[in-house]
């Protein structure tokens, strides 16, 4: 069983930069693809940005390339999501995930979820 809990959401104003953190109590964290996900409110959760558990391939949702980056600490079990130049379209609850398949944009190609935190951009 993976558990995964998200942490670092909060309230920033547009333009401003926020580091989501997702620590993982699993031992074998390397193994994992790495996913985050939003939900706004009143809307479908969607894919942000996924990480493979090693080498430098990564996919992003073009709404957000050139702005987040997707990092990952395998000794740590931890995977950051770097927010930067945030819009008011970015608040949503994110979504920590995990995944034993390939890297996945698709949200049932994770079967696990951590509890998600909020980001409330400001205008």
């Known amino acids: 069983q993976v558990q995964l809990v998200e942490s670092g959401g909060g309230l920033v104003q547009a333009g401003g930069s926020l580091r989501l953190s997702c620590a993982a109590s699993?031992?074998?964290?390397?193994?994992?693809?790495m996913g985050w996900f939003r939900q706004a409110p009143g809307k479908e959760r969607e894919f942000v940005v996924a990480i493979p558990w090693s080498g430098p391939s990564t996919s992003y949702a073009d709404s957000v390339k050139g702005r987040f980056t997707i990092s990952r600490d395998n000794a740590k079990n931890t995977v950051y999501l770097h927010m930067n130049s945030l819009k008011p379209e970015d608040t949503a609850v994110y979504y920590c995930?995990?995944?034993?398949?390939?890297?996945?944009?698709?949200?049932?190609?994770?079967?696990?979820w951590g509890q998600g935190t909020q980001v409330t951009v400001s205008s």
């Open positions: 699993v031992r074998t964290f390397n193994t994992y693809v």
């Open positions: 995930a995990a995944s034993v398949t390939r890297l996945s944009s698709l949200s049932s190609s994770y079967a696990y």
